[in-house]
């Protein structure tokens, strides 16, 4: 599955192995940057609050990650494990925002690829389902929501077994709804 984890976007003029072996490089480099980006916003957050006024503002941090998959998506698929990577981010970014459709809009072009990716039953692919469902009931499309919630449920149900009380929570969400 390496080949699809590092899939490159099929191009009249494909890209050459330096330019491939330089995005490679470079997504390695921002995700690295991204991470002490967000760990120096959780440190200042939590342990310097009135101590020092800088922070990262999450707008700055999703523009980080606006700006990489665009320069990363001129050479890599959206399945690309450093496209995938960086969208997770920035739908996390989304949520913390609480702009529901932008992290849905991510959250739809993750899971494809997060279900080729992961095993039949892995609880990475049941995690974004079960975002996707939440993000669907709050946006107010039912139908889809209660569709994605299922779906993680099911995965769920195997890697948990179906008596597990996360499983339980969800059921009644889905009843509550």
């Not at 995938?84 to 739908?91: P, S």
Request: with cysteine; proline share 4%; glycine share 4%.
């Amino acid at each position: 599955q390496d080949k699809e984890k590092l899939e490159i976007r099929k191009l009249n003029d494909p890209p050459s192995a330096e330019t491939v072996r330089d995005m490679i490089k470079y997504a390695r480099n921002v995700i690295e940057e991204f991470r002490r980006a967000k760990h120096y916003k959780y440190i200042l957050y939590h342990l310097l609050i009135g101590f020092l006024d800088f922070f990262i503002p999450p707008s700055e941090l999703l523009e980080i990650c606006e700006l990489s998959l665009d320069k990363m998506g001129a050479v890599f698929e959206d399945s690309n494990v450093y496209m995938l990577h960086m969208m997770y981010q920035a739908m996390g970014v989304c949520l913390y925002v609480q702009d529901w459709e932008g992290a849905l809009r991510y959250g739809q072009k993750i899971i494809r690829p997060y279900s080729k990716h992961y095993p039949s039953y892995s609880l990475n692919v049941a995690s974004m389902w079960l975002k996707l469902g939440r993000l669907y009931m709050a946006l107010e499309n039912r139908m889809a929501g209660v569709k994605a919630l299922k779906r993680a449920i099911a995965i769920m149900e195997v890697a948990h077994g179906k008596d597990h009380p996360y499983i339980s929570e969800i059921k009644k969400e889905l009843e509550d709804h």
